[in-house]
T-cell receptor, first 113, second 113 residues
Framework: QKEVEQDPGPLSVPEGAIVSLNCTYS??????FMWYRQYSRKGPELLMY????GNKEDGRFTAQVDKSSKYISLFIRDSQPSDSATYLC?????????????FGQGTRLTINP | NAGVMQNPRHLVRRRGQEARLRCSPM?????VYWYRQLPEEGLKFMVY????????ESGMPKERFSAEFPKEGPSILRIQQVVRGDSAAYFC???????????FGDGTRLSIL
């Protein structure tokens, strides 16, 4: 079993729709939870970073963490064609001073005009 | 551009040659991480360095791979005697401290002929 599971998609939705992206994880020791967006041939771009259960909102993006269920989500409201990208969840813990990220496989999202 | 800078963006090597990948962290960041992204796979942690020190190299293959982050200059990921299986995108990330989020460069795409 992978430490972090993410549905690779692809996911295709019309412009303006609400998008829900999800990841589950098996290691209850994870402390930090992140969502990255990656455009083709580019590096991952940090969207959201949190370390507690609950919701965190930033513009059209909301990150949700449920540590009891080991489940994180990213919601995108009023989706735009420019949101078309691969979305990566990542999580980590500090061990002996090192924070190494464990990534999901990534979900490929397409927003259709 | 004050982001993480990686070069070259593309690198082509023949089997048996050496590959050197360079990474300059964001200004003010002293923590550097290297990740590898194989085709159709997620990002995998390789090594974590601070200035002049390797902190965690648990994700590095035991042979042919090495990394350094000297007091002056960029971090270097070195792959000796490359093989076809080394073809991948190699990403560098940096952070301000151990518990701060990691920001990624646009990667070096290594192709082995």
């Amino acid at each position: 079993q992978k430490e972090v599971e993410q549905d690779p998609g692809p996911l295709s939705v019309p412009e303006g729709a609400i998008v829900s992206l999800n990841c589950t994880y098996s290691n209850s020791a994870f402390q930090y939870f992140m969502w990255y967006r990656q455009y083709s041939r580019k590096g991952p771009e940090l969207l959201m970073y949190t370390y507690s259960s609950g919701n965190k909102e930033d513009g059209r993006f909301t990150a949700q963490v449920d540590k009891s269920s080991k489940y994180i989500s990213l919601f995108i409201r009023d989706s735009q064609p420019s949101d078309s990208a691969t979305y990566l969840c990542a999580m980590s813990l500090l061990i002996q001073g090192a924070q190494k990220l464990v990534f999901g496989q990534g979900t490929r999202l397409t927003i259709n005009p | 551009n004050a982001g993480v800078m990686q070069n070259p963006r593309h690198l082509v090597r023949r089997r048996g040659q050496e590959a050197r990948l360079r990474c300059s962290p964001m200004k003010g960041h002293s923590h550097v991480y290297w990740y590898r992204q194989l085709p159709e796979e997620g990002l995998k942690f390789m090594v974590y360095l601070q200035k002049e020190n390797i902190i965690d190299e648990s994700g590095m293959p035991k042979e042919r791979f090495s990394a350094e982050f000297p007091k002056e200059g960029p971090s270097i990921l070195r792959i000796q005697q490359v093989v076809r299986g080394d073809s991948a995108a190699y990403f560098c990330a940096s952070s301000q401290s151990q518990d701060q989020p990691q920001h990624f460069g646009d990667g070096t795409r290594l192709s082995i002929l």
